[in-house]
């Protein structure tokens, strides 16, 4: 199934290497993620644990989670990838926030980068009980999270997108539910596997998208593969405009230590 597209990495390959240059310098037991100094002002740093998996890969969680009430200025937290040690997935990241009316160019200009896309929408309205939640305002609120790998160039070549927008009326949660899928096909990306839940039990809504992505032409060895598995991007809302979110990516293959997580998150406050 896949030999036309080896086949087509071959040919190609030489053409798109030569942009594929610059990479992370890589100590004995760390890899670095070269950031520009002023691409995320004011972020701080973070040592977070990944988990080991069975096969020796690593997966990296990022979350958050917060209260919509009272209603506060929305705000975007950022969270990028400066080290990982493959040996004990033990990762440094850099974490910043700002208002959703002062993001830094240099993350706005993520988010409109890929070449290909899809995406899924749905609405959802479920009623409250009285022994599933106590009883709550009525009001409304939005949230997304965006979960990509960026390339050297620290262009997005894989992206999922989840977005909620929910609200409640006294009696009823109703949202609704985006699952988009972004890459960039012109350097051999394609999105392999991809998966969505849309859940409103009454209390609680969410978006849940799962992307798997794979590229021939990226790695140096054109018969290998490297992928990028986006296993969790998630955001969730509550009928008290409580707020989570959640980015789970697992990446590797041939030249793996070009890609870079970052995960971009809105939310109500």
Not at 19 to 43: C, Q
Not at 116 to 139: I, L, M, W, Y
Not at 197 to 208: D, E, K, L
Request: charged share 20%; aromatic share 10%.
């Amino acid at each position: 199934m896949f030999w036309h597209r080896k086949l087509l990495a071959v040919l190609i390959a030489p053409l798109v290497m030569s942009t594929l240059a610059a990479r992370p310098a890589a100590a004995e037991d760390v890899v670095h993620y070269p950031m520009a100094s002023d691409s995320l002002p004011g972020a701080t740093v973070h040592a977070d644990q990944g988990r080991k998996l069975p096969d020796g890969r690593c997966e990296f969680v990022e979350t958050g989670r917060g209260d919509g009430r009272p209603a506060g200025s929305p705000q975007v937290r950022i969270s990028r990838t400066l080290s990982v040690e493959p040996g004990t997935c033990l990762r440094r990241t850099a974490r910043a926030q700002y208002p959703a009316d002062a993001v830094p160019a240099s993350v706005t200009a993520l988010l409109d980068r890929s070449d290909k896309a899809k995406d899924q929408t749905t609405t959802s309205e479920k009623q409250v009980t009285t022994d599933r939640a106590a009883p709550a305002a009525a009001g409304s609120w939005n949230g997304s999270i965006h979960g990509m790998m960026l390339d050297p160039f620290d262009i997005p070549v894989t992206e999922t997108i989840s977005e909620l927008f929910w609200s409640f009326d006294g009696a009823l949660l109703s949202a609704s539910h985006r699952s988009a899928w972004e890459w960039v096909w012109g350097v051999g990306w394609y999105l392999d596997l991809a998966n969505y839940s849309h859940p409103n039990n009454g209390t609680v809504a969410s978006t849940n998208t799962f992307g798997y992505f794979v590229n021939y032409i990226f790695p140096p060895n054109p018969f290998e593969a490297v992928w990028a598995e986006h296993a969790v991007t998630y955001f969730a809302g509550d009928h008290a405009g409580g707020w989570a979110y959640e980015f789970t990516v697992i990446w590797g293959g041939e030249g793996a230590d070009r890609l870079t997580p970052i995960a971009v998150a809105t939310t109500p406050s």
